[in-house]
T-cell receptor, first 112, second 111 residues
Framework: NAGVTQTPKFQVLKTGQSMTLQCAQD?????MYWYRQDPGMGLRLIYYSASEGTTDKGEVPNGYNVSRLNKREFSLRLESAAPSQTSVYFC???????????FGPGTRLTVT | QKEVEQNSGPLSVPEGAIASLNCTYSDRGSQSFFWYRQYSGKSPELIMS????GDKEDGRFTAQLNKASQYVSLLIRDSQPSDSATYLC???????????FGRGTSLIVHP
């Protein structure tokens, strides 16, 4: 089992460019999440998907969109990147809501 | 707003000692509690979950939950330098069940 995988591992964007972060899990989990982690701010939830076919906003959704492509895959899109979106992005999955989360290795994004 | 508070540290302990990490939370309706370990530059890794009052042991780790006092703690026995990391507390409440994370406590175990 690979667990939770994320691509890419690193990315540098210029302001205004767009990109999609990919996440996949092979644990047959129902719920998936996108977080960003900034120094001194801890993990902040961007969007989550409680189950296939549903998505909901988290604490910091502005500037992002998500797609739950199927039960395995949950992507995060930045339509017009801004320097404030420089961060480390983690995808996570859980069997269901309120259960243990398992994290992917992260994507380190820099927007210049 | 649901809050999860942790002392940022660093907490420094000698090798072989017991490290005690604490976490308090604001929502009395909280039902699920998790401890994660995060090494520098890596992703959070689940250590333990606890759902009911009392102690739960797993190897050198013990999670303690006291819902009346709204705190959860993690004890690491026989601390090793490899335990040096940031420890994140996460608390999940009824309703959306989305966990709220604390900002983490940095633990340093020195030889």
């Amino acid at each position: 089992n690979a667990g939770v995988t994320q691509t890419p591992k690193f990315q540098v964007l210029k302001t205004g460019q767009s990109m999609t972060l990919q996440c996949a899990q092979d644990m047959n989990h129902n719920s998936m999440y996108w977080y960003r982690q900034d120094p001194g701010m801890g993990l902040r939830l961007i969007y989550y998907s409680a189950s296939e076919g549903t998505t909901d906003k988290g604490e910091v959704p502005n500037g992002y969109n998500v797609s739950r492509l199927n039960k395995r895959e949950f992507s995060l899109r930045l339509e017009s990147a801004a320097p404030s979106q420089t961060s480390v992005y983690f995808c996570a999955s859980s069997e269901g809501q309120g259960r243990e989360q398992y994290f992917g290795p992260g994507t380190r994004l820099t927007v210049t | 707003q649901k809050e999860v508070e942790q002392n940022s540290g660093p907490l420094s302990v000698p090798e072989g000692a017991i490290a005690s990490l604490n976490c308090t939370y604001s929502d009395r309706g909280s039902q699920s509690f998790f401890w994660y370990r995060q090494y520098s530059g890596k992703s959070p890794e689940l250590i333990m979950s606890i759902y009911s009052n009392g102690d739960k042991e797993d190897g050198r780790f013990t999670a303690q939950l006291n819902k009346a006092s709204q705190y959860v703690s993690l004890l690491i026995r026989d601390s090793q330098p490899s335990d040096s990391a940031t420890y994140l507390c996460a608390v999940s409440s009824g309703g959306s069940y989305i966990p709220t994370f604390g900002r983490g406590t940095s633990l340093i175990v020195h030889p």
